[in-house]
């Protein structure tokens, strides 16, 4: 049961993660795209812009592939976190703790969760599991 558990959370964040980099990447699912997103980076000091949206739906879509998959769990989970992290540096940590008011709840729970599997393991339903 543990290990479904596991999957379940896997898929739910690390596909979660990856639809995030594809609206930064490429503008789909409703994204503003490189240019777009580049240009709310460099809004808020992130520079450069488009370098710094590229790198950061970069770590979402392959950190949150990975994290689905469960591959390289720990380095995904990290990777996963560490965006999350310059997320509530960068934008939600000055508002407080509260989503509702668009603080770093939301941000620190996937801290959370992408931390505590990859510290735990992906599971028995993990490409690390049958690879490693």
């Known amino acids: 049961m543990l290990s479904l558990g596991l999957l379940i959370i896997r898929l739910v964040i690390g596909l979660s993660f ?34 710094m949206a590229f790198l950061a739906g970069f770590a979402e879509l392959a950190g949150g592939l990975l994290f689905a ?15 999350m992290l310059v997320a509530i540096v960068k934008v939600h940590a000055a508002n407080g703790y509260w989503s509702t008011q668009n603080g770093y709840e939301y ?20 490409l690390d599991a049958i690879l490693f």
């Open 107 to 126: 941000n620190l729970a996937l801290v959370a969760i992408t931390i505590g599997v990859a510290l735990t393991g992906a599971g028995k339903y993990a």
């Open 18 to 51: 990856a639809a995030h980099g594809v609206q930064k990447l490429f503008g789909w699912l409703g994204g503003y795209g490189l240019k777009g997103t580049g240009g709310w980076f460099e809004s808020i000091g992130m520079k450069p812009g488009v370098t």
């Open 69 to 83: 998959a469960g591959l390289f769990t720990p380095i995904a989970g990290v990777v996963l976190a560490l965006t």
